[in-house]
C-alpha cells in the first residue's frame, strides 16, 4: 500500500479548515503534518487533536512547516500567497479554494502552474462538478432551447446570483459558443417583454437554512430537462478538496481542474 499524502491545511482554524480536520482525523489516506492559522489567532500554538497525542499545534509560520505532499488551502488571499511562496519554493502541489482573489495574485498562481501541481475550484462539490459536465453537454446539444438557472441558498448569503449559478452560466454560454455577459438575464419585473432568443436567465431563492442548490432548467417545445444538485452538508466542499489533493499527489506541473479528477 501506498504510504500517507503528507498535507499541511492552511486556514486550519476557519469554517472550511475545522471541516476538513474532521475528516482528515479518520482517514488513513493522509497524515496531516502541518496545520497553519493567522498569526495572533487564538488557536496558534494550540494542540489540533487534543489527547494522548497532541504532538500537531497549530502553527503560523511557513518557514518552520515539514517536508509535504500537498497543502490544502481555505483561507484568505494573503494566507494564500504565504502558502504559495511555500509550495513553489519546496515543489509542493497546491489545492485551494480560496475566493476574493485580486488580478496580481491571480497571476501569480496562473504563473506558479509552470513550476508545480495546481488544482482551484470555486466550489469543491464533486456533484456540481458533474452538473456543470452535464449542463455543458446539453446546452450544446439543444442550442435553441431556452436555459434558465435558479439558485437558493440561506438567508445570510451576501452575494446573488451564487458564484457557482454564475460558473453554471458560463460553462453553457461557452458550450454554445455565446458570451454570458451579452446573453445573461439578471431580473425580470414590471414589464420585460418577450423572452429574447438565446438569452440565459438567472433567479434567486434565498431562506432559512438551505445549504446550496442549483437547478439548471433546458425548455423546449413540449419537453423540458431539468438537472439539479442539493447540497445539504458543507462538508462536501471538503470532502472534494480531499478527492481532489489525493488526485494531485505526484501529479506534474499544471493548471488542474476538479473535472480531471472526475
Ligand atoms: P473562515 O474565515 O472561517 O476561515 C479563514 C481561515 O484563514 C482561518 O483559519 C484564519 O485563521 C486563516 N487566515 C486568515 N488570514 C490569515 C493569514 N494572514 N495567514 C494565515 N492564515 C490566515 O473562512 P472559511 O469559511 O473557512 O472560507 C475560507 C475561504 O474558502 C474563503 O475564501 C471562502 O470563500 C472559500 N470557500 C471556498 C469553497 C469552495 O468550495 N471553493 C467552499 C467554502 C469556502
Redesign the pocket.
Known sequence: MSRPVRLAI??????????LLGLLKEDPAFRLDYA????G?E?DGASVFPGPSDALRYA?DWSQAPALDVVV???????LA??LDYCLANGTALVT????IDSALEARLEGACEHIAVLR?????LGVTMLTRLLREAAAAFPAWDLEIVEAHHGHKQDAPSGTALALGHAAAAARNIDLATAAVYSREGRPGERVDGSIGFAVVRGGDIVGEHHALLIGKGERIELSHRATD?SV?AR??LQAAQWLHGRSAGSWQLDDVL
Do not use: C, I, K, L
Request: glycine share 18%; aromatic share 8%.
Open positions: 492552511n486556514g486550519a482554524s476557519g469554517r472550511m479548515g475545522q471541516a497553519v492559522v493567522a498569526p489567532s488557536s503560523h488551502d481555505f483561507s484568505g488571499p494573503e494566507a504565504a502558502a479554494g480560496t475566493t476574493g475550484a470555486a466550489n469543491f462539490s458543507r466542499f472534494g478538496a
